[in-house]
């Protein structure tokens, strides 16, 4: 079992900029990716960037350029960097890791209000 916390949501003004963590616990084999989700209000869950454990990384064309995913694997924990924050940008994010059996395990999410 793995257990996800994520912490650095909050209110910022357009162009602004916030910083997510994702702190895992528990047993971390098979772990072959992270990433981050987010979910606006009445729109489906999706990807925002991932982060291989060999450290390839890829992002949603949307914040390719401003969002920037690490992770520092000694403390197993993952990052979200983002800057240049749009409206648009508003929602929960959900960090993820994903094992080689496909098993997913979800944080609680973290509010990001991006105001205009």
């Known amino acids: 079992q793995v257990q996800l916390v994520e912490s650095g949501g909050g209110l910022v003004q357009t162009g602004g900029s916030l910083r997510l963590s994702c702190a895992a616990s528990?047993?971390?084999?098979?772990?072959?990716?992270m990433g981050w989700y987010r979910q606006a209000p009445g729109k489906q869950r999706e990807v925002v960037a991932t982060i291989t454990t060999s450290g390839t990384t890829n992002y949603a064309d949307s914040v390719r350029g401003r969002f920037t995913i690490s992770r520092d694997n000694a403390k197993n924990t993952v990052f979200l960097q983002m800057n240049s924050l749009k409206p648009d940008d508003t929602a929960v994010y959900y960090c993820?890791?994903?094992?080689?059996?496909?098993?997913?395990?979800w944080g609680q999410g973290t509010q990001v209000t991006v105001s205009s």
């Open positions: 993820n890791f994903r094992n080689y059996y496909h098993r997913d395990y």
């Open positions: 528990g047993s971390m084999f098979a772990i072959y990716i």
